[in-house]
Protein backbone atom coordinates (compact mmCIF):
# COMPACT_ATOMS: atom_id res chain seq x y z
CA UNK A 1 0.00 0.00 0.00
CA UNK A 2 2.03 3.14 -1.52
CA UNK A 3 1.16 6.27 0.99
CA UNK A 4 2.09 9.50 0.38
CA UNK A 5 2.28 12.50 2.67
CA UNK A 6 2.73 16.03 1.51
CA UNK A 7 4.39 19.10 2.82
CA UNK A 8 5.50 22.64 2.30
CA UNK A 9 1.87 24.45 2.30
CA UNK A 10 1.17 27.50 3.70
CA UNK A 11 0.25 31.15 3.57
CA UNK A 12 1.93 33.50 0.96
CA UNK A 13 1.24 36.85 -0.83
CA UNK A 14 0.80 37.76 -4.71
CA UNK A 15 4.20 37.07 -6.38
CA UNK A 16 5.91 34.56 -3.66
CA UNK A 17 6.94 31.35 -3.90
CA UNK A 18 6.80 27.86 -2.70
CA UNK A 19 7.92 24.21 -3.13
CA UNK A 20 5.54 21.52 -2.05
CA UNK A 21 6.93 18.04 -1.87
CA UNK A 22 5.32 14.94 -1.29
CA UNK A 23 6.99 11.71 0.35
CA UNK A 24 5.82 8.17 -0.54
CA UNK A 25 6.30 4.94 0.77
CA UNK A 26 5.14 1.49 1.25
CA UNK A 27 5.72 1.15 -3.11
CA UNK A 28 8.67 0.53 -5.75
CA UNK A 29 8.41 4.69 -6.00
CA UNK A 30 10.03 4.54 -9.79
CA UNK A 31 7.04 2.18 -11.02
CA UNK A 32 4.61 4.96 -10.34
CA UNK A 33 3.87 8.41 -12.68
CA UNK A 34 3.61 11.14 -10.33
CA UNK A 35 1.45 14.28 -10.46
CA UNK A 36 -0.14 17.21 -8.55
CA UNK A 37 -4.02 18.30 -8.79
CA UNK A 38 -5.53 21.25 -6.81
CA UNK A 39 -8.74 22.26 -5.54
CA UNK A 40 -9.89 25.76 -5.02
CA UNK A 41 -12.75 26.67 -2.70
CA UNK A 42 -16.09 25.59 -4.37
CA UNK A 43 -14.29 24.35 -8.00
CA UNK A 44 -13.91 20.74 -8.89
CA UNK A 45 -10.62 19.50 -8.69
CA UNK A 46 -8.06 20.64 -11.19
CA UNK A 47 -4.74 18.67 -12.71
CA UNK A 48 -1.34 20.67 -12.20
CA UNK A 49 1.45 18.73 -13.08
CA UNK A 50 2.72 15.14 -14.00
CA UNK A 51 6.26 13.30 -14.44
CA UNK A 52 6.82 10.16 -15.45
CA UNK A 53 9.36 7.63 -13.55
CA UNK A 54 12.48 9.10 -15.64
CA UNK A 55 11.20 12.45 -15.57
CA UNK A 56 12.15 12.80 -18.80
CA UNK A 57 7.83 13.42 -19.95
CA UNK A 58 6.55 16.12 -18.07
CA UNK A 59 3.28 17.77 -18.38
CA UNK A 60 1.34 21.05 -17.09
CA UNK A 61 -1.77 22.30 -17.01
CA UNK A 62 -1.37 24.83 -19.89
CA UNK A 63 -1.97 28.11 -17.86
CA UNK A 64 0.60 27.22 -15.62
CA UNK A 65 3.23 26.79 -17.69
CA UNK A 66 6.35 28.84 -16.74
CA UNK A 67 5.45 29.80 -13.44
CA UNK A 68 4.75 25.78 -11.82
CA UNK A 69 7.67 23.28 -11.85
CA UNK A 70 7.18 19.72 -11.19
CA UNK A 71 10.54 17.25 -10.48
CA UNK A 72 11.40 14.15 -8.80
CA UNK A 73 13.80 12.42 -6.97
CA UNK A 74 13.36 8.20 -6.97
CA UNK A 75 16.28 7.93 -4.53
CA UNK A 76 14.00 9.49 -2.12
CA UNK A 77 11.16 8.98 -2.91
CA UNK A 78 10.01 12.38 -3.73
CA UNK A 79 8.34 14.55 -6.00
CA UNK A 80 8.08 18.20 -5.54
CA UNK A 81 6.10 20.97 -6.95
CA UNK A 82 7.61 24.07 -7.08
CA UNK A 83 4.95 27.37 -7.72
CA UNK A 84 6.65 30.66 -8.34
CA UNK A 85 5.32 34.17 -8.84
CA UNK A 86 2.31 32.49 -6.98
CA UNK A 87 -1.24 34.55 -7.58
CA UNK A 88 -4.99 34.51 -5.67
CA UNK A 89 -6.16 32.62 -8.30
CA UNK A 90 -3.48 29.92 -7.30
CA UNK A 91 -5.42 28.93 -3.70
CA UNK A 92 -6.57 25.64 -3.62
CA UNK A 93 -5.45 22.83 -1.65
CA UNK A 94 -2.85 20.53 -3.74
CA UNK A 95 -2.97 17.29 -3.55
CA UNK A 96 0.06 15.01 -4.47
CA UNK A 97 -0.99 11.46 -6.50
CA UNK A 98 0.18 8.17 -7.83
CA UNK A 99 -0.60 6.23 -10.83
CA UNK A 100 0.46 2.97 -12.73
CA UNK A 101 -0.27 4.96 -15.74
CA UNK A 102 -1.21 8.03 -15.55
CA UNK A 103 -2.34 11.20 -13.31
CA UNK A 104 -5.92 12.43 -13.80
CA UNK A 105 -8.99 12.61 -11.37
CA UNK A 106 -8.68 8.88 -10.56
CA UNK A 107 -5.89 7.93 -9.75
CA UNK A 108 -4.14 4.54 -7.63
CA UNK A 109 -3.15 6.64 -4.46
CA UNK A 110 -3.83 10.06 -3.15
CA UNK A 111 -2.36 12.53 -0.53
CA UNK A 112 -4.07 14.14 1.82
CA UNK A 113 -3.43 17.24 0.61
CA UNK A 114 -1.66 20.58 1.23
CA UNK A 115 -2.97 24.19 1.90
CA UNK A 116 -1.72 26.81 -0.22
CA UNK A 117 -3.26 29.96 0.10
CA UNK A 118 -2.43 33.23 -1.68
CA UNK A 119 -3.00 36.87 -0.82
CA UNK A 120 -3.18 40.09 -2.55
Known amino acids: QVQLVESGGGLVQAGGSLRLSCAGS????????MGWLRQAPGKGRQFVAAINWSGNTIYYLDSLKGRFTISRDNAKNTVYLQMNNLKPEDTAVYYCAADRKRVGQVNDYWGQGTQVTVSS
Open 26 to 33: GGTFSNYV
